[in-house]
């Protein structure tokens, strides 16, 4: 698959732009030749970070907007081949906190957009950013698509209602659109300034400042990780391949568990400490317990293989953050 | 399960419960003893019909209200014991027309009406009328409640998201909430004024017309049927059984085919003729095919069988219709 050929004065519409996912795959767009248009709200409680995006400032357009501004919206989609559609509330806690604000922007706004590329660009291509946390408590391991849902949390719930429009979007109205369920995605251009949106997120703060990395429980637990540029691979890859269309597919990565990740992550930094402090209430009762991920599906149907180690992975993002401190601590 | 000792004089709310499901089920309680508030919005596309309390209109309060209206609602739920909150939007094509609407009914306000309790009566028992529209197009036969779920439209979405927050109240509020995944209900108190909500009542309403029922396509379709006592028996069992705690259940009945249907609905009637129609191309594109599900999992937890056959369920709704007509059609 030449991703250049495919992408290369394509007119590209990005989500969440600003985001840790949408500003890397800004980035290699980017590089390929593409036409991009990011939208994002810069909401203050999301991965929103202008710099993220300082590299290539000149080469896409900006629009600041909520993805529910039908009007502007409107007027965006028009002519644009591909939507990687990015924008989203993440935060667990923060779904439980205020469910409402999770539900608009995961749901309605999502089904608002749909509605707009339908009524104005019907042929779109469009990539939906879904989650592992749609499944809750794995009843298996490692888990696969067929994996009932029983999602622990309203960020599973108003995740889960996004990605069903879409396909719904696909079966009924016969739109091209694909949904991939991300795993821990970690990299370069995260938000790391505190613990909102993920707990490896904040350990790169704990290790960059000096801290002890604060490990909840008896960092046993198993997660699986993808660095960013693989998970950008895959977003590239549902997008070119017809087989991706109203397809779901899992990605994930080798399973790790939490206490070796934060040694492997000292021992790359050169430095550092960790600890076991108990898991806070309001975490615990949302947490998935061992989770890592069957994929599989995406390897047989459009051959998406993670390619970065976890070690290289760690490594690249460490240098980029001490590279960068002052725009992401 | 002594149905009249547990409902006896304890403190009810049944949401859209001027509809078909909730005056069933007031009428059932009424006659238990219980404290009934309704609270219905009187929606013109719904199945409200205020002559469907009429006969126990004295022993039961009613509020005019939408679900979501907070102030209103807060006042209310305080002190109730039992919630069975079977509000909804249920029309299949309606969702495909008025998307937010359904969206909205089924989903946001649900999630209001579950911080509402939360927040003023965390130890209500609350049963939620989800729906057998969750599966999308059967995998297999029967279905059971491990079925993969792809809905074929947005109210499919909506109301899967209106179940997994009840779900997710349980599992993390703790409270006592419980689904029933319904399938074909009829009976007495149904909206059969027009084809809006079920095709089994636009049957009856052409039947009781004197017309030729429009069965869409060969009629080879196989669906299943419950009459409306056996749905309430079963939101009854649910409320009453601490076991149903936290669970989802389907309702089913034996499977029948449309064409055989229309044939037994025509006996028993006595007269009626009726004819194969083209599917309309909107319901053709969302509609799930062969469909009956496996309903041991509610049977072997607590006890659940239907007891109405479908010529008894049948004589007693034309009955109600041929007495009622002036209310109905």
């Known amino acids: 698959m030449d991703l250049a050929e495919t ?3 394509k007119k590209i519409m990005i989500t969440g732009g600003l985001g840790f996912l949408g500003s890397n795959l800004a980035q290699k767009l980017a590089g390929l030749g593409a036409d991009i248009t990011i939208v994002d709200n810069l909401d203050p409680d999301s991965g929103s970070n202008p710099f993220n995006v300082h590299e290539i400032k000149d080469q896409v357009q900006i629009i600041q907007a909520d993805i529910n501004d039908e009007r502007l919206m409107t007027a965006a989609v028009k ?4 939507l990687f559609n990015l924008a989203g509330q993440m935060s667990h806690v923060g779904s439980m906190l205020d ?3 999770d539900l608009n922007v995961n749901a309605v706004s999502q089904l ?3 509605e707009v590329c339908r009524q104005n660009n019907p042929g779109i ?3 939906f950013a879904g989650t592992r946390q749609v499944y809750g408590r794995p009843k298996y391991l490692p888990v696969d698509e067929n994996h009932l849902l029983t999602p622990l949390d309203n960020n599973g719930v108003s995740k889960r209602a996004g990605e069903m429009y879409h396909i719904v979007y696909n079966r009924v109205h016969g739109m091209a659109t694909s949904v991939l369920r991300m795993t821990n995605v970690y990299g370069p251009r995260m938000r790391i300034k505190d613990d909102l949106l993920t707990f490896i997120g904040w350990w790169f703060h704990q290790l960059l400042m000096g801290d002890d ?3 909840f429980g008896d960092g046993a637990q198993i997660r699986d ?3 960013v540029d693989d998970v950008v691979h895959a977003m590239l890859l549902c997008a070119a391949h017809p087989s991706a269309v109203g397809k779901i ?3 994930g990565g080798p399973p790790v568990n939490l206490r070796g990740l934060a040694k492997l992550m000292i021992k790359i930094n050169g430095s550092g400490n960790y600890v076991f402090v108990p898991f806070p209430e309001n975490r615990k009762r949302i947490d998935i317990g061992d989770y890592h991920g069957d994929y599989s599906l995406i390897r047989n149907e459009i051959g998406w293989n993670p390619q970065i180690s976890l070690e290289e992975g760690l490594a690249r993002s460490l240098e980029f953050y001490k590279l960068n401190k002052e725009h992401y601590l």
């Open 112 to 114: 608002k957009l749909l």
């Open 99 to 101: 469910p409402f604000k």
């Open 79 to 82: 002519g644009q081949n591909y």
């Open 225 to 227: 990780f993808n660095f």
């Open 213 to 215: 990395i604060q490990v």
């Open 7 to 9: 992408f290369s004065n």
């Open 125 to 127: 291509n469009i990539v």
């Open 249 to 251: 597919f899992n990605l």
